[in-house]
Structures are given as C-alpha cells and as structure tokens.
C-alpha cells in the first residue's frame, strides 16, 4: 500500500503548489504483508481495478472506535451481471479483514451501510466481486485525529 | 453477556419487485482479543463471526465479520421483496452465541 | 480560490450594544455565513501564503493560538523563507473542511503536545520559499530576464543587472499561477542566518486582544443565535434515566429542554443565564450505576495497592536492581502521590452550531480543527462537504481543547434538534470543573540504594495509578502487550521525554490502576509527576548520601550533556556555588520534555514554618532553536504560574462518583502577587532536532521548590497540593 499512500501525499503537494507533507499518514506502519494475504484469499490472485465501487466513509474521525461506512457498486443485480460479494480491509488494522458480506440478485441493489473500527489513520479499502470473477475497488484515506493528539507521548 | 437483543427494521408491507432496506442492529461487545486488562493479561476474543438473512428460507445475504466491526453490530442492506413471508435474522459466534430474529412482510 | 476560504476571511461586525447593553464595540468575528459579503480578491501564491496588491501578506496557520505564540512564531518562519516585509505580516486560519478538499496540504491542525512549531517548522519555511521562489519567477517572466539574476528582500524583487524593482504585491497573481518548485530544489536558510525567525517579535495577537477586538468562543454572538446549558451525568459512567421539563418550560425566555446523547440534558433559552438557571430547575434523574461507590480515598487505597504489586509494566530497567538493593549499606524510600487536576481554562468549554438538513456549521475554540471537524461529521451524521469548523482563538487549552471534542458533539446534538437556528453551548464553571478529562493520579515508590561509599548503586521507581492511553487509545496499548509507554515520559533514559542520569541498576514500573475518572492530556502531561517522583528523589538519595544536590546529580550526567548544560546554566546564575543569603534557601530540578532541555533554581523562604515565599526563579531552556526568544521567555514564565499553582493549590478530589469541586474558591491559582519574576536563559545548540515550549518547563517548577522547602522547613513533602500539609503561598 505504500505507494498509494506516497500518490495521495503528492497530490496534497500539487494542489498546494507546494510541498507534499508527511503528517498525514499517520505514525503506525501499515502492514502490507497481511493486507496483500487478506486480498489474495479474496481474489485468489486476480487482478482488482479500481472503478464501479464507492466506499464512503469520513476522511476523518476522532477515535476509531465506531465509525459509520457505506459501500455501492454499479451493477443491474441480475442472475447474470450482479456482485457476490463485497469485502472491507483497512492496512493497519491489527487484522487486516474489516468486514465480508455475500450478496446476489436478491438483492436489488449493492450498496450496503456498517459500523467498523479503525485503529490508525490509514487507507480502507473496498473490494467488490462481481459475477463475471472480476475484481473491483475503491480506496478512501481516514485520519483517526486522536492518533495525532498521542503522537508525542509515545 | 446477559440481556441479548436485536433491533430489525423492515418495511411491513411492500409492493412486489420493491426494492427495500433492511437494517439490523444486534447487541454485542465484538470483543475484539486484542484488548488488555490492566493487569497486561489478554482478553479472550468474543465476537460474532457470522450474520446470515434469509427469506422464506432462502438465504438473501451472509456476513462475516471480523474484531473490526464495531460493538453492536450494525448492518444495513436491501433485498427484492418477492413473497408475503418471514425473514429470518441469524448471528452466531464465539462462545457459543447465537441469537436469531423473525419479521413478517406482507407484499401486495 | 474557493467558496469556504473567501467567507472564512469575511469579517461581519455586530453591534453588541443591542444584546445586553455590552461593549459598543464592533466585534471582528469569523464568518461563515452565507449572509455575510465577499472580501476583496485576494491572489494566493500557495497554500501558506496569500498576497495582496498594497503588499499585505497573508500567512496560513492552522496550529491553534491559546496564547502560547505559535501563530506569531510560524508566520515568523514563513516569513523568514519568504524574505518579505514583516511590519506587513497577517495570519489566518483555514479551515478543515478546505483542508479535506485539498487534502491535507496544511498537515496536522492539532496543538498539543508543544508541537506546533517543532514538528512543522521544516514543511512551513518549505512553503514561505516555494512562494518566494515563485514570486521571483513571476517578476523575471514579467521582465523577460533569467531567475538567476533576481533577488527578493524585504517584499521587494531586484533585477541587478538593470537595477529594477517590483513588490510582491503587484506579481503576486502571476506567481499563483505558476507550477510550484519541486522541494528537493529548496535550499532552507541556515538559522544563524535568520533575520525574522530568532528575534523576539512583537506578537501578531496582542493588539486585538488588548482593544477587544479578538472574540472568543463564548463572546460569539450570532444572528438568531439561541444559548444552551448543559448538565451531563456528574458520576462518570453513569446516564440520564428522565427529567420533568414542565417545570421550566414555563419560565422566561425558555426555548426548549432537549436530551444530549444518553448522558447529558441540556436547556436552550434567549440568554444563556436564563437558560442556566432553568436548568438548575430542572428536575433531573441520573441512572449513576456502579461508580457512585468511588471516592478519593476508595481510589488512593487502589493505588497504595499497585505499589507494592506482583505484576508491573517495565518501562525502564537496567543492570539487576534486585541484587543492587539486597546488597546496599544503606536503603531509602520514599513514597510520594500526584492527584487530579483539571486543566482549568480560563474560558469554560464552548461551542456553536448551526444545523440544517444540508449543512452544519461550528464555531469552536480548538486545539485541533480537524478532531472538531470529526466530531462534527459524526454527530451531525453529513458528509465532509456539507459540514464546516470555524476556529476561534482559545481562551485557554491545556489539553482540554484537543483530544477531547465532547463539547463540540454536544453542541452539534443539540443544534440538530432546533434546525437552522445558531445554538451556542456554553458550559457553566461547574460543568467545566466537573466534567474534566483530568491529569491521571499516580503514586509512586521509590527505592535507592547507597553502598558503603554512598555511591547511588541501585533505583527501583515503582508507579501505581492511572494510564491515559487506556482511556483515550487503547490501540496502542494492544500493540505493547497492555503497557502505556506515557506512562513513564519523562523516565526514559533517551526520546523526547528523558531524566538525564544514567544510573547502574535501574528500574522504572508501572502498575496500571485505572478508576472510573477520565483521564486526559494536562499540560506537561505524565512528566509532571515524574518529574516530582524523581528530582525530588534525587534530593532525597543526596541528602542522604551527605553530597551537593547538584553536584551528586552531575555524577549521573555524563552521557546527557544537554541535560547537564541547562542545570548547570540554572545552577551558576541562581549562585549554587555561593551560600544563599539568610533565611533563603534553594533548590533544583532538571528534565528533558518535548525535546527541550530544561533546568530550574529557586529561592525560597518559610515564614512560621508554613508560610512560603518564592523570591526568585531561574530557568533554563534548550530547545535546539528559539523562533521567538521573547515569546519563550514568556511561556516558560507562565509555566511557572501553571506549574505552582498546581503544586501550591490545586486537586480535584472525588466523592460519590463525582468530583467535588466546582468553581475557582475551591480550585485555585496563583495571583500576581505571589509571583517571583523568572529569569530565563535561552540557550539553543541547534541539531536536528526542535524542541517544543509550551509544556516542557511546568514539569521543574514543582521539584525545584519542593526542593528547597526541604532545606527551609527540613521536611519532606511528597504529596500534591502543599495546601493539604497547610502550607500557603505568600
């Protein structure tokens, strides 16, 4: 995940016409090695685009503890076209798997609202099968404030 | 825990094809395993591991979760409302916690 | 430039003489209001700086000013990297929501911790030489000559060769538009080249708050503006069962008594004394649950427990501490006790909302706009560009104002009940006193070690009482097997936080005992009574050695040069080395916090064994580099004030779940006249590493006196407040 981490700083330095800042991210390290595990076993290895999937969620809350997120996909929900699953991962959670929930054209529509915890500041992740097998994501930073107000004293 | 309870609000009546919106809140403390006690010894993981919905008996929607998900369980989804019947409401998880929930749907 | 930035810097003025025949003055407020007017354009050249055509220059901040000078201090190091003309140097503040948009450019809002220069001194003087830099730019395009051959100073841009001049003013819409240099070209000043930066500037704050000008959060005034009072559950933990608005609903000016969360009720009137008074009406019952049980002494009683515990969290250990104390000629202990205390801000906690469907907005004194911009998201449910904060200079922070937003969300919860009317929640002195998030109790054992020689051979620190982190991030707990590294800043034999000895065979622990109590960030936070438990200690291992405090110190300081600097820069100004005039005596502390070095002396004397009078202070400080020497000065005197009026007077004490004090004749601070000027010694020695201001120098001010009250009364006071032992500043 590193390298989007680094994409979303330089960006704030191009907006800025100025200097990419390296505060954001947060202090804890991101842990790729169990994220890439997490999503291998959801993907089995197939390639995730980004596109069709939206993933609110605030860019920035106070404690982590409980914070409100929804996740949509674009799909016609039918027998034929439709999402099986949609699945939430967070890179410096201490378990990268959020949440996975299983849907089909039963269900109408993709779009799907829970309560998670956030442990750092950090990239969450949604990841949406789709019947065809193809994988598809959208990425969202939050700043867990507090992480910031406790950096100094540890 | 003691009092166990579960919050489920479905329309009670819907037009055939309608799509609606389920949510579902279920008391629990996700104990996430992670947790200390003062004393630096680790609290056992409690969670619910699995949410399942089905309709008239056929499975709509299943959850895992995981420590990640927030105390109480919140989970907001949609379904075609098809027959007149019963959804049925399933968590189950660590120590043997199961608590199922029934509503009716009339669809006209 | 965009929609929120143009009507943050929209000034509205409102008569004050309409509401309550109050100063009739026109007050500057911050507004967001789409009633208010547009400004004038304004080019802005980055992120960090705005210039207008007659020259003015706009430096961003978004650290928070509570007085303790960062505004003036980053504008300083903007201005410094800018080469522009000081005497035209204005701050403002964005806001988070801006920052959301463009993410993240100005870094973290948050003040706290004594970061606010020390962590962004590099990316701000980045931002002041990328505007420079393209300024010159601009003017050379402009003058179709080669960048190399112009130079800026003070807001002015020279072509040598031809001799040509442009001010800042007239390119600076030229330079906005141009692509930013890549930082990797930037070439940051050698401080000790430093023109701006370094001096002791005259603060950019002082004026308005001399003339009235600066509003505080609880002087806003809005238009339609409504006043809430609120009460949350006074025993923590505990939640609001039911109330019986009848009562006051009925009585004047009454708008409405609503439910705030699950534990707090508040009352919505005209004004807010009417609001407050029907509150203390209002019939209310409070499910208190288990916590009613606890009291000062059920607590102290918990801790006395942990200091003799099995289990302990090791935050420091070298050498075999064990075999050290088995073996020593002579064994001393010490146990001393920290209480709760709130932060006290002069300006009770506040907040304004207004809420619509589609919008919510907050005024808000805050130590960290983006946490109060969290907070806003959550409780008013919108997405981050439906919702905005407005900051509001402090009325005091301490602490208080940054990690914790609760104010915030009640006003937000409150405001969503009365939609599109403005509700300031202005909480009383009672509430601000009772509903703290306070510096954590701790007691605390000490054990040292004394061979034959009275050489120092062993030290056991055992902690006991409360962690902060397991209330506020147990996160980081997990990650360190349930320990709480913050609790022991301060004992950390290298980090931001350290003692400064090196002593063979040491150990620091800690036996977590957390009460019901919040605890919260306190100015200095856990080195506040770390620094007590071991400069006071220190005294107490040289007394009983029969050695100098200072020179016994010293024998430890070999490998904390930095350490060692400031102490004996205190101890050679204070006259160590000189017997003390009659009926004076001294004492000393020394510390490193926030990666500043710090150092304090005292002069005291004792007048009928309790009555003390300081009559003299001298502190060092060693902060790698001094932005606003005059503005250090300063808060290193006010940490004086901090520190000793919780050293003299201050402890919020616990009965029924519920802590006992309510207003100032109970919890008290230090008045002017017993204050002894402090003679500062800035002495920065530059590296790589900044150190903070605002906090470092609280934690000296307590064991320096404490110290020499010992050599006055020939006594050991080991606990806080002195006014439990009847001792009283004079």
């Known amino acids: 995940m590193k390298p989007r981490r ?109 309560r998670v915890r956030l442990a750092d500041s950090q990239q969450v992740m949604a990841v949406a099968e789709l019947s065809d097998g193809s994988f598809w994501s959208d990425t969202r930073d939050v700043v867990v404030t507090l992480a910031a107000c406790t950096e100094s004293v540890i | 825990m003691t009092a166990v309870s579960a919050r489920i609000h479905v329309p009670a009546t819907a037009r055939r094809g309608e799509i609606i919106e389920i949510s579902t809140l279920v008391r629990h403390p996700m104990e996430t395993g992670f947790r200390r006690t003062q004393l630096g010894e680790r609290i056992e993981r409690n969670i619910i591991t699995l949410f399942v919905c089905t309709y008239n008996g056929e499975e709509i929607l299943r959850a895992d979760y995981h420590p990640a998900t927030a105390a109480n369980p919140l989970l907001t989804f949609t379904t075609v409302a098809a027959d007149s019947g019963t959804l049925e409401f399933r968590w189950t998880g660590d120590n043997g916690f199961s608590v199922t929930e029934r509503t009716k749907i009339v669809v006209v | 430039m965009t929609e929120s930035l143009k009507m943050n810097r929209r000034t509205f003025l409102i008569s004050t003489t309409a509401v309550g025949g109050g100063l009739a003055l026109g007050l500057q407020l911050p507004f967001g209001l789409a009633e208010a007017e547009a400004a004038d354009a304004m080019p802005e050249v980055n992120a960090w700086v705005l210039i207008r055509p007659n020259d003015t220059v706009v430096v961003r901040v978004v650290r928070s000013e509570m007085g303790q000078g960062t505004i003036t201090g980053l504008a300083q190091l903007v201005a410094e990297e800018l080469e522009c003309d000081w005497s035209k140097v204005t701050t403002e503040y964005p806001t988070p929501g801006e920052s959301v948009k463009r993410k993240g450019v100005w870094g973290s809002f948050s003040t706290g911790g004594s970061r606010g220069i020390r962590t962004s001194h590099e990316y701000v003087r980045q931002g002041g030489a990328a505007a420079r830099m393209m300024l010159v730019q601009a003017a050379a395009n402009q003058w179709k000559v080669p960048v190399a051959e112009c130079s800026a100073a003070n807001s002015v841009i020279t072509h040598q060769p031809s001799g040509r001049t442009v001010t800042y003013g007239k390119v600076a819409k030229a330079a906005g538009k141009l692509t930013a240099p890549d930082p990797k070209r930037i070439t940051l000043k050698d401080p000790k080249d430093w023109k701006i930066a370094g001096k002791p500037m005259k603060r950019l704050d002082t004026l308005d708050k001399v003339i009235g000008k600066q509003v505080y ?50 009352v919505v009137a005209d004004t807010w004394w009417r609001a407050n008074t029907a509150l203390a009406a209002l019939p209310i019952e409070w499910d208190l649950g288990e916590n009613v049980k606890v009291s000062s002494t059920s607590i102290a009683e918990m801790l006395k427990e942990g200091l003799n515990a099995e289990q302990a969290f090791v935050g420091n250990k070298n050498g075999d501490i064990k075999t050290a104390l088995t073996g020593a000629a002579n064994k001393i202990e010490a146990v001393y006790s920290y209480p709760y205390q709130n932060h006290a801000c002069m300006e009770p906690m506040n907040a304004t909302a207004r809420y619509t469907p589609n919008r919510c907005e907050v005024w808000v004194p805050t130590q960290d706009g983006q946490s109060s911009f969290a907070a806003v998201l959550a409780a008013s449910g919108l997405p981050a560009d439906k919702c905005e904060v407005y900051k509001i200079n402090l009325g005091g922070g301490f602490g208080r104002r940054g990690a914790f937003q609760d104010y915030v969300t009640q006003a937000v919860l409150i405001a969503k009940q009365m939609p599109g009317i403005p509700v300031k929640l202005l909480w009383s002195r009672e509430e601000d006193m009772r509903q703290g998030r306070y510096h954590p109790v701790m007691q605390c054992k000490l054990t040292g070690a004394l061979d034959a020689d009275n050489n120092l051979t062993g030290l056991h620190m055992r902690l006991s009482g409360q962690s902060i982190l397991a209330s506020v991030r147990p996160h980081i707990l997990e ?117 500043s070095f710090v150092a304090a002396a005292c002069e005291i004397s004792v007048e009928g064994g309790n009555k003390v009078k300081i009559h003299r202070i001298v502190a060092a400080t060693d902060p790698g580099y001094a932005v606003n020497p005059a503005q250090i000065e300063r808060q290193v005197a006010g940490s004086f004030v901090y520190g000793l009026s919780a050293l003299f007077m201050q402890e919020c004490t616990v009965k029924d779940g519920r802590i006992e004090q309510g207003n100032f004749h109970e919890y008290n601070s230090m ?42 009364t020939g006594k050991r006071f080991r606990s806080v407040p002195l006014k439990n032992h009847g001792i009283e500043l004079v």
């Open chain 1, 6 to 114: 680094r994409e979303f700083l330089v960006a704030a330095g191009c907006l800025a016409g100025g200097i990419g800042l390296a505060t954001v991210a947060g202090r804890a390290h991101a842990n790729p090695a169990a994220l890439g595990t997490a999503l291998q076993k959801v993907t089995g290895g197939a390639s995730i685009r980004s596109g069709k999937v939206k993933l609110d969620i605030p860019p920035l809350v106070e404690n982590g503890n409980s914070v409100g997120l929804s996740v949509s996909v674009e799909s016609p929900m039918t027998a034929a076209d439709h999402v099986k699953a949609i699945h939430v991962l967070a890179e410096k959670n201490p378990l990268p798997n959020v949440i996975s929930i299983y849907l089909g054209p039963r269900s109408g529509r993709a779009r799907i609202t829970t």
């Open chain 3, 217 to 266: 959060g609880f002087d806003l005034k809005l238009p339609k503006m409504v006043n809430a009072a609120i009460m949350e559950c006074p025993v923590f933990g505990g939640k609001l069962k039911s109330y019986d608005d009848a009562k006051v609903l009925r009585m004047k000016g009454i708008k409405k008594v609503v439910k705030v969360g699950d534990t707090a009720v508040a």
């Open chain 3, 479 to 595: 990650k360190q097997k349930g320990r709480d590294p913050a609790a022991f800043m301060g004992v950390f034999d290298n980090g931001e936080h350290s003692y400064g000895y090196t002593i063979p065979n040491l150990l620091i622990d800690h036996a977590m005992r957390n009460p019901h109590v919040p605890p919260g960030f306190w100015r200095g936070v856990n080195i506040n009574q770390n620094a007590i438990f071991m400069e006071c200690f220190m005294d107490e291992l040289a007394h009983a050695a029969g050695q100098d405090p200072v020179a016994f110190r010293r024998k430890f300081m070999a490998k904390h040069p930095r350490n060692l600097g400031v102490l004996n820069a205190v101890a050679e100004r204070i006259g160590w080395d000189k017997p003390a005039p009659n009926g004076i005596h001294r004492g000393i502390a020394q510390m490193k916090a926030f990666n």
């Open chain 3, 671 to 712: 008045r002017i006249a017993q204050m002894p000027k402090v003679e500062s010694i800035i002495m920065p020695t530059g590296g790589t590493i900044w150190g903070g201001i605002g906090e470092p120098t609280i934690c000296v001010a307590a064991p320096a006196v404490l110290n020499a009250l010992f050599r006055a």
